[in-house]
């Protein structure tokens, strides 16, 4: 079995030596089932503020980690106001949207 390393890229994340055994693709299947977990315990539950903090920031935990492991697609761009051009569908073009 081809076992990936994982970098610890983003401020905040740390993984576990049993998180950085696992391949990318079983650490990206577990945290989205605990983000799945996550979000219908919130949506079930009637918790207090201080409860409601506690989901969030495990919530926030398990997205921060899930993007790190995540591989990365293509570009983000953003649009250069300065130059007056426009991002459309993921074309830069002189024009704005009709």
């Excluded at 980690?65 to 991002?87: L, Q």
Aim: charged share 30%.
């Amino acid at each position: 079995m081809n076992k990936q390393k994982i970098k610890n890229n983003i401020p905040g994340v740390v993984f576990s030596q049993k998180e950085k055994q696992k391949t990318k693709s079983e650490l990206l299947s577990q945290y989205d089932k605990r983000i799945n977990d996550m979000l219908h315990r919130i949506e079930f539950t009637n918790a207090t503020p201080a409860q409601a903090y506690k989901m969030y920031m495990k919530l926030q935990g398990f997205l921060r980690k899930r993007r790190a492991v995540k591989p990365t697609s293509g570009k983000i761009y953003v649009p250069r106001t300065e130059t007056g051009n426009y991002i459309i569908n993921g074309e830069v073009t002189k024009r704005k949207r009709s």
